[in-house]
Each structure stands twice: as structure tokens, then as C-alpha cells.
């Protein structure tokens, strides 16, 4: 498998096949800014992507690989084609069984390769949770599938980003009513550290971070709540210790607005809506879902699989160019020869295709 250092390798794979997710894969690999940032495998059904190439008015987008030959990648689009989902069966706007079982397979195959050093970064067209569920009983959320399919010894963070604003989180998807357990000071402090750290490895020099409280008014001096003093100012007290440019805790409900002005880079929150509402509310079309702490950059679109919109043909691309950018751009070509690379792509779909 070959690739230039300016041409990095990523692996799509195709989301929910009852939403956009095949739509978005057509036209994003029709998209003359994404096919110069890197060289891309599709993993995914063939007849999946073919029907999304119908709906976006499009051509044909890749080259399917023969499973025992080099996968030698290039400026057209490779697909695996793993035949997992028939567009026949599937209902636009329903979930099912079928179709969060192909995702989950289509998404396994790509965690693999990044875990494995086939590919140099991994993106996906968006999921449909209870569609997973419904296909694994056990799913909880994408970083418990991460976690657990490459190895890692410990969970991931979701970071997202619009335009030049991030959002990192200390906690994701766990209920509402548990948030203030998990909000101690090392994990707050983990959090600054993982912003800074990734925000830097993304070309942000020095970034300012602000660090949201969790209670009204961030506790106002203790009367709502001792996080914030118990926990959150000690962590960014650590953070500053350590070099990092923090500050906070600050009111939740105006953070976002000093940072949209453009006093911060970044905006640490306590939990998932905290933040995700108001960078929506900024940018629903263009904002990114990074997922950071693996070793290679994992970025899908923010939002969901618009299951109203599904099969029209009126899917934007803007959160998925994004994605795929921001996927290139960070980036780190696995320093192995392209027989090697070739040998680990080979060994990671057969062994996924034995076990589907």
C-alpha cells in the first residue's frame, strides 16, 4: 500500500444505511478539497454506496479491491466492499437490526486498521444509536466500540470543533444524574491536558482554554453546588502549574458567548449538552466530532443520520468535508513499508469477514 507524506491514507466508513451516510460518502468523495488532502478506503457495502451515488447525482466514486491482491491506494477511492447491507431491505428513516449490525461491522474494520497501522486516520458518515443497540445489546456509545476494538487501555475523549472553536468534555454519555460523581479533579485535569495536547498536534500554538463549571452560575461561591471549588478550580490551578493557558471555572450559559467572540480557543465542559447545544446552535452543518487518545485521529460529522431528510438528495456535506480535512490534517504516517501496511489491511478484513 503506497501513500506520499502530503497524501495521508484514511479509512470512511460508510454510517446507517436508512440516513445520509451513503449520500454524504458519495458526494464527499466527489469533493475536489477532499480528494487532495488525502487517499481513502471506503469500507462498506458496494450496493449501499452505489444506491447513495444515485441519490447525490453522482458517478461512480471508487475502485472495489479483490480481497488477496495489494490494496495500492492512490487518488481514486478503494472500497472494501464487506456486503453487509442490501438497500433492498432497508427502509429510509428506520432503523433496524440490519442496519446497525453493517455499521458496526463497517466500523470495527476501520478501528482495526487504524489500531493495526494499515490506515493514518479513520473517519465514518454518522451512526444511529439505537439502530446499534438494536444490533448489539451491550452498546453504549462509539468510544466503549474504540476502546474495546483496538486495545486501548483506557477510554478516549470526544472533542468538537467548529471552525476554529473546540469543545472538549469531561464527561459523555452517561445519564444526567450521575455527571457531578465523575467530575473530580483528575479527570478535569486530564481533559485540559488531552485539549491542549491534541489542539497543539492540530497546529493551535499555546491554545486558551476556558473550563465551564457544572453548576449555575459555576456554584456561585458554593451556594449551588462545591464542584467547582472542590474540584474544577484545583484542576485548572494543575493545569496552569504544568504551562497550560486555562482559565476558570466560568458560568456555563456565557462561556460559549465569550468564546465565540474569540477570547478562547477551546471550551472544556462538564458533560455532553453542556456543550454540544451551543455548538450546534453555532454551526449545526459545519461542526466535527473528534475522537482523541487512541494514536491515530478518529472524526465523524456532529451531526446525526437526518432520518427526515434520508434518500433526497439534500444532504449537506459541510460537517463531512470538515471531518475528512481534520482527519488528514492529523494524521501520522505509520513509518512501515507499503508490503507490510498491504499485509496488516489483508489480515484485519479477513479476520472481520470470518467473524461477521
Not at 478539497?33 to 453522482?58: P, S
Not at 498536534?201 to 452560575?217: F, K, M, Q, S
Not at 486555562?246 to 453542556?274: K, N, Y
Not at 482527519?327 to 499485509?343: G, H, M
Request: with cysteine; charged share 20%.
Amino acid at each position: 500500500m503506497t501513500a506520499s507524506a502530503s497524501h495521508p491514507v484514511v479509512a470512511l466508513a460508510i454510517g446507517d444505511a436508512a440516513g445520509i451516510s451513503a449520500e454524504l460518502a458519495a458526494k464527499a468523495l466527489t469533493d475536489p478539497q477532499i480528494r487532495d488532502a488525502a487517499h481513502y478506503v471506503i469500507v462498506g457495502d458496494r450496493r449501499l454506496l452505489a444506491q447513495g451515488e444515485k441519490i447525490a447525482g453522482v458517478g461512480s466514486t471508487c475502485e472495489t479491491w479483490t480481497p488477496g491482491t495489494p490494496l495500492k491506494t492512490g487518488p481514486q477511492p478503494i472500497l472494501v466492499d464487506l456486503g453487509n447491507i442490501n438497500p433492498a431491505i432497508v427502509e429510509h428513516g428506520q432503523a433496524s437490526v440490519a442496519t446497525g449490525g453493517a455499521a458496526l461491522q463497517n466500523f470495527r474494520t476501520i478501528l482495526r486498521l487504524g489500531a493495526a497501522g494499515a490506515v493514518d486516520a479513520v473517519a465514518f458518515t454518522p451512526f444511529n444509536k439505537y439502530a446499534m443497540k438494536l444490533a448489539l445489546p451491550s452498546y453504549v456509545d462509539e468510544i466503549e466500540v474504540i476502546t474495546h476494538e483496538t486495545g486501548a487501555k483506557g477510554n478516549g475523549r470526544e472533542f468538537n470543533i467548529l471552525d476554529k472553536l473546540w469543545n472538549a468534555r469531561v464527561t459523555s454519555h452517561v445519564p444526567l444524574k450521575d455527571v457531578a460523581k465523575y467530575i473530580t479533579k483528575d479527570a478535569v485535569l486530564a481533559g485540559i491536558e488531552l485539549t491542549d495536547r491534541c489542539m497543539r498536534e492540530a497546529g493551535v500554538d499555546n491554545p486558551r482554554i476556558a473550563v465551564a463549571g457544572l453548576n449555575p452560575h459555576a456554584g456561585d461561591g458554593g451556594n449551588f453546588g462545591r464542584e467547582e471549588i472542590d474540584e474544577i478550580e484545583p484542576a485548572v490551578v494543575a493545569a496552569k502549574a504544568k504551562g497550560i493557558t486555562c482559565e476558570g471555572p466560568f458560568p456555563p450559559d456565557t462561556v460559549f458567548v465569550r468564546a465565540s467572540r474569540g477570547d478562547f480557543d477551546a471550551v472544556q465542559t462538564m458533560f455532553h449538552d453542556q456543550g454540544q447545544i451551543a455548538m450546534k446552535l453555532m454551526g449545526f452543518e459545519r461542526g466535527v466530532t473528534l475522537i482523541a487518545g487512541y494514536g491515530f485521529p478518529i472524526c465523524t460529522p456532529a451531526h446525526g443520520t437526518a432520518y427526515d431528510i434520508a434518500g433526497k438528495g439534500v444532504a449537506n456535506i459541510g460537517a463531512t468535508r470538515q471531518a475528512l480535512l481534520i482527519a488528514a490534517a492529523l494524521s501520522k504516517p505509520v513509518d512501515i513499508d507499503a508490503a507490510t501496511r498491504s499485509q496488516r489491511f489483508e489480515a484485519v478484513v479477513s479476520s472481520l469477514r470470518q467473524a461477521a
